[in-house]
């Protein structure tokens, strides 16, 4: 928003008097009514008596994951005739919109948040889901007004309000400039002999920018819930609340959720492996039907190199689970050199400002590379055991250590004179498993010694460690060309 009006400001006050301005003030949903469940039960209740009676509606969620649990546990209880006109939209399905929303039932991701219109001829329900985890009360308010012929709003939130992170816009351009400063340490030589003074004006612009939206951003993050009430207020809807205690589904709904989750990854990754493996006895009306079902895991199959159904079976893990999917892809690029991992910097801060640029994977896995340096394992980054102490005297160390908390925003109350190279050891995990901890890799024992009991001793699981060091060897021939292809952050 404030990017907008720092456009409109510079376009009202160029000199040019020909611009004209409007301001609409018609609201479509002036007086509809927008009901608040507090008890998640009633609002699942609701919309499965209307999938039961056929009855068309839009049903948004914020998450891809709740969104379809509820898509799949009310398709299986639909009719056949139901089950057609019941349509699901996330970032897994085929992205194809309706031509035509009569009679049809919505459930749709932040997929379609604006430039989608359900419009119908005769007034309709639309239901909203709200967790608080992804995206902004501006954006659940576009999900909610999808339908443009609303009957009335109806909406469950189990978003939790929480302090803001800024003080004020100050504090927020105070620690963004301190991350700006630690990920200079990050960059290679080579870009900053070559940095123009333009550039650096450019990169200055864009950091007030960000800092502002930041400050936005983590401001109406607070209370989610609140704000998207705000939106629909200035909207025109009349609200209404009950002001009960919050109650989640329950458990009996959510098992069977989860079971039909489980039951229909099982289908997909039979499919797939069907599809992957016997592709000679299918028409190509039934593989591009397959295809599509599974495209997302098909994507993580190709790009693993699985050909053959031992290694389908084999990572079978990898390829039902995005999340442990990127995990490896994360161990797979813990295993590239460093001169590897900073030619990769190197092309991402060709093309992007280096503010916020510490949420890059590579710059994560370079940093990773810079402490083990220091601590004797370059070129080892999972050999805890022979990890020393580095000199903690040294400028260098002293600037790598206060970046990295810096970067990683470490929470700990560890003052840098008392690192020692159990705290050392300790926050190098703590990389470590912000990009592979799905994997189970690293093992932590607590020490058995009288004298360091509070201290951890770190290892590897050689047997998960080999199972996929296995498919960090086969797959690197291609992974190289489909990585660089695929993983722009």
């Known amino acids: 928003m404030n990017n907008t009006m720092h456009l409109l400001e510079e376009r009202l006050y160029d000199g040019v008097s020909t611009y004209s301005h409007y301001i609409n003030t018609y609201n479509k949903f002036q007086n509809v009514k927008a009901v608040r469940y507090d008890d998640e039960n009633d609002m699942f209740d609701k919309i499965r008596l209307k999938v039961l009676n056929g009855e068309a509606f839009a049903f948004a969620c914020d998450s891809k994951e709740v969104v379809t649990s509820w898509y799949n546990e009310l398709y299986f209880e639909a009719s056949v005739e139901t089950q057609k006109r019941m349509v699901l939209f996330t970032k897994d399905t085929d992205g194809k919109l309706c031509k035509d929303w009569q009679d049809k039932m919505i459930f749709y991701s932040p997929k379609i948040s604006t430039g989608v219109d359900i419009t119908r001829l005769e007034q309709t329900e639309q239901f909203v889901y709200i967790t608080g985890n992804s995206v902004l009360s501006i954006t659940l308010y576009q999900m909610a007004t999808r339908t443009r012929n609303m009957k009335q709003l109806n909406y469950f939130s189990c978003a939790k309000s929480h302090d803001a992170e800024y003080l004020n816009i100050k504090d927020c351009d105070n620690k963004i400039t301190s991350e700006f400063n630690a990920n200079v340490i990050g960059l290679s030589q080579h870009f900053k002999d070559t940095c123009t003074k333009e550039e650096h004006g450019v990169e200055a612009s864009f950091r ?25 207020t200035n909207a025109g809807f009349i609200i209404i609340k009950s002001n009960k205690k919050m109650t989640r589904l329950n458990d009996e709904i959510k098992e069977k959720m989860n079971t039909m989750k489980l039951e229909i990854s099982e289908q997909k990754y039979e499919l797939l492996v069907n599809s992957t493996i016997g592709k000679e006895e299918m028409t190509s009306d039934e593989e591009d039907e397959d295809v599509e079902c599974v495209k997302e895991m098909k994507k993580r199959v190709d790009i693993l190199g699985l050909n053959t159904r031992e290694l389908l079976v084999e990572y079978k893990d990898l390829i039902q689970d995005e999340y442990k999917f990127e995990s490896f892809m994360n161990y797979n690029r813990l295993h590239k050199s460093f001169e590897y991992c900073e030619k990769k910097v190197d092309e991402i801060t060709e093309n992007k400002m280096i503010t916020g640029i510490q949420s890059n994977v590579w710059f994560k896995v370079k940093y990773i590379h810079m402490l083990a340096k220091v601590c004797g394992i370059e070129g080892d980054l999972f050999n805890f055991e022979k990890m020393t102490c580095p000199d903690l005297r040294s400028k260098k160390v002293y600037k790598l250590i206060l970046a990295i908390k810096t970067l990683y925003r470490k929470r700990d109350t560890v003052e840098y004179e008392d690192y020692d190279l159990d705290k050392i050891m300790k ?26 009991r509070d201290q951890y001793i770190y290892s590897i699981d050689e047997d998960k460690a080999e199972r996929f060091n296995k498919l960090v060897t086969a797959m690197n021939p291609i992974a190289t060309y489909l990585i660089e292809e695929d993983e722009e952050e």
């Open 208 to 232: 007030k920018i960000y800092t502002e939206n930041t400050y936005l951003h983590d401001y109406y993050n607070t209370s989610i819930t609140k704000f998207f009430e705000d939106e629909l």
């Open 427 to 452: 926050l190098y995990k703590f990389m470590i498993d912000g990009l592979i901890k799905k994997l189970g890799i690293i093992k932590s024992t607590k020490s058995k010694s009288k004298e360091s």
